[in-house]
């Protein structure tokens, strides 16, 4: 945890530490007009992560995954949400570890991937910080049919799309994923822009 001057950790209580770790911070917060106020604020650790948007130039395509999240299911939700390949780093480099799931869920291989920015994506309550990236990807090098690891209950659909396609879910409110979100958005400015997200 990073040292700074405006900032007295008072007490740390774990909640749980079962999937991964919930604790509870009391600490003291020197404010702007030079006072301190004490605050209790909830954390949850669940290491950092990193996700891919896969993209076909010539096609003008995108790699996409389809799967189940309860998280989002009793959030008034189906639960079935479209996102970019993701998880989480467990020790392993960025790039690394997003090349091992993009092929692990997609089956298609990544040779080499672009790291474009990290951000938090839930900062009021989850530590995590994302790293993203964007890689092409081509039909040839697909070595398996993805799907995910059985053992970790992922059960996922690849979907390649129209790149004005997946722009559309958008609006349409078929994604709402936020890293997908941030993606494709991105790909619309930087990799596609001549064609304004339109092939």
């Not at 996922?156 to 979100?181: C, H, N, P, Y």
């Amino acid at each position: 945890m990073p040292t700074d001057e405006r900032i007295r950790i008072k007490a740390v209580e774990t909640l749980s530490d079962d999937w991964y770790v919930l604790k509870k911070t009391t600490f003291e917060w020197l404010r702007r007009d030079g006072t301190w106020q004490q605050q209790k604020r909830e954390t949850y650790d669940r290491g950092n992560g990193a996700t891919i948007l896969l993209y076909n130039l010539e096609r003008s395509t995108v790699i996409l995954t389809r799967q189940f999240r309860f998280s989002a299911y009793v959030n008034s939700h189906s639960g079935l949400l479209v996102e970019t390949p993701a998880g989480l780093l467990d020790n392993a480099s960025a790039e690394e570890r997003i090349r091992t799931e993009a092929e692990e869920e997609t089956g298609y291989r990544v040779h080499q991937a672009t790291r474009i920015f990290d951000a938090f994506m839930s900062p009021g309550s989850v530590t995590e910080r994302l790293h993203f990236f964007v890689a092409q990807y081509d039909g040839r090098e697909r070595t398996g049919s993805g799907g995910g690891n059985y053992a970790e209950g992922e059960d996922i659909e690849v979907l390649e799309l129209r790149f004005e396609d997946a722009l559309a879910a958008i609006a349409s409110g078929e994604i709402q994923d936020g890293k997908t979100i941030m993606l494709l958005q991105y790909a619309q400015i930087h990799i596609f822009p001549s064609r304004g997200g339109r092939p």
